[in-house]
């Protein structure tokens, strides 16, 4: 069982947790609400769970970019 953060912008793969279980808690998705966990958590057929994050590149992009929020819709 793998999780994988995946850069929702760009597409990059930001990092890969390879976890026997995978503790919920302990990434904070108690905070999200239950949209929010549909929206940037896919769960697949493997087991494996996705997560949409943002990458350094498209974050850079971003405070360089302030207007950006006017025009996408950003997860930080
Ligand atoms: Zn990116």
Request: net charge negative; proline share 1%.
């Amino acid at each position: 069982m793998a999780i994988v953060y995946s850069c929702n912008h760009c597409g990059n793969q930001i990092g890969q947790l390879e976890q026997k279980v995978i503790d919920t808690q302990s990434l904070g998705w108690k905070e999200l609400s239950s949209d929010e966990r549909k929206e940037m958590i896919q769960y697949q057929n493997n087991g494996d769970i996705h997560i949409k994050a943002i990458c350094e590149d498209c974050q850079e992009t971003l405070e360089n970019n302030p207007h950006y929020h006017e025009l996408d819709y950003f997860i930080q």
